[in-house]
C-alpha cells in the first residue's frame, strides 16, 4: 500500500520539523535545499516514494527484516554512483526518512510510548547526519542502513544509550547503542540500563527479554590495557560478560574515534588522547582491534 505521496509529505517539512528530528542549523538548511530541488525531479521522488513505501511496509517488524532501501535493478534509470555524486551518499534514503518520521512517532504512540521519548529516538536521524557532516564535510547520510533499526519502531534513546529488541542466538535481547554525545559515566549507564529494562517490559511484553546486550569497538579487551582503569571505557566494558567470538575492528574504531573512513594515512590523525595515540599506535604496529559481542543479565540494573 503506496502512502500519502511524499511529494505532499516533503512539502510540509519545515525547520522545526527537522530540529525535532535532531538536524543541527547546517544540516537542516541543505535538507531544505535538498528537499525543494528534489520536488523538482519526478525519476528522484519516485525512488524517495520506493523507499518511503518499503519504510512503512517494514515498521513493527523487527524479526527477518528486509532491506526497506534496496530499490531493483531497472527501477528508473538513476545511477546509484551518480545519485551519491550529485546529491551526497545516502540523500534519497534520508528524504525518505524525513518522510515517514511520523508514520514512526505513530507507531510509538500505538504502543503508549511518551512523545518525548518518541522523538528523542528520532532525532538519532539528525546524529547521523551530523556524524556523517563530521566524517565527509558535507551534506548526507553514509550510515543510512543504520536507520532501519529505528525505522522499525524497535530502537530507543533513553537517556545516555540507545536501546533496540532484536534476537541474539535465537533469543529476543535488548541491545546496547552508544551515540556520540558526551562522556559514558557509569553513573548515566546505570540510569539507561534501568530506564531501558522497564521500558521495554512495559512497551513491549510481547518480546520479554532478560539479558542485554552489546556488539561493539568498545567492548576490546585490548582497551583495558591502554586506557585508566578508572576510565568511563573501562569500566563500561566491565560490565559486559564477552563472547569468543572476534572480529576485526580497525575500521570501526578509525571511525568513532577519528571520523574516518577508507583508506586512513595514520599520520594525519590528531593524537591528543591517550586513546587516539592507542589506536594508532597499536595498528602501526601491525596489530589490531577487536569487535567483541557480550551480554550481562538485565536484573543488574534495578528499574
Ligand atoms: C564512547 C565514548 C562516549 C567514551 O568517551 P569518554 O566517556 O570520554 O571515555 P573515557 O573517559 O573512558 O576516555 C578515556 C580516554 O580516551 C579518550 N577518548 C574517549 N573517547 C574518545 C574519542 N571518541 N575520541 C578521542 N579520544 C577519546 C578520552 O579523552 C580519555 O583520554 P585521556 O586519557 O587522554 O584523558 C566516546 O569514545 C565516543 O563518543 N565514541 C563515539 C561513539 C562510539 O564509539 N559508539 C560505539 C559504537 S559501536
Redesign the pocket.
Known sequence: MALTPVADRLTAIDDEHLTRLGFRADDRHDALLTIRRALDEPTVLARVQYIADQLLEQLGIFDRPKDPFAVPEGFDDLDPAVLDKEWGVGVLPLLALVATADDVAGFHAGRGIDPEVSRRSLSDLGQQAWVHRRTFSGFGLHTYPWMRICWSGALYWLGRLQFNLTRYHGDWVVST?????????PEACAESFGWARTFFAEHFPDYPTTVFHC????LDPQLTEV??PE????R?QQLWELDDEQRVGDP?ALF???RRRGEVDLETLPQ?????RAIVAKIRAGGHWQLREGTFGQDRFAG
Open positions: 547503542h552508544i551515540p556520540e554525545s558526551g562522556p559514558l559515566t556488539g561493539s569497538w568498545l586506557l585508566a576510565s568511563n571505557m573501562v563500561f570501526d568513532f574515534v577519528f591528543d588522547t591517550s586513546l587516539q
